[in-house]
């Protein structure tokens, strides 16, 4: 479109090939181009295809499509459209750790008596093994 317009400009002043090629920048001073140098440039940017530009676009296109064709995606949104969460149904649950208390269930001194006497029964089974081998010879 601006380049319709500076065609448009340069066809007002009678410009038909510009004599400033260089000295001027942007579409401001595209008009001092010509008009038949604009209308070429209208007409390459008209002729050119989106493929020439993207060249993976075919293969984002058949992604595109497998993606589309693929009813799981659509199973999985009807399912996480069921559940609560996204409802005021869902409450999230969010804990202190500072705040915490631990409470310990182990009986430390019911583990202590009770290495003692398999510790004491253990070691009496050993002693009278040992009688019985000593003896033996």
């Known amino acids: 479109a601006a380049l319709t317009e500076q065609v448009q400009i340069a066809r007002t002043i009678d410009l038909d090939v510009g004599s400033f090629t260089n000295s001027f920048s942007g579409t401001e001073a595209a008009s001092l181009k ?52 996204g409802t005021d149904q869902f409450a999230a649950a969010v804990y202190n750790l500072d705040t915490l208390v631990y409470k310990n269930n182990t009986k430390t001194s019911l583990i202590l008596a009770l290495s003692i006497v398999l510790g004491g029964m253990l070691g009496i089974f050993v002693l009278l093994i040992r009688n019985v081998l000593i003896k033996q010879d």
């Open 34 to 85: 010509g008009h038949v140098v604009l209308e070429k440039d209208i007409e390459l940017i008209q002729s050119r295809k989106v493929e020439d530009f993207i060249p993976d676009l075919a293969r984002i296109e058949f992604s595109q499509a497998e993606l589309l064709k693929n009813k799981e995606v659509k199973r999985v949104e009807m399912m996480l459209a069921k559940t609560p969460i």
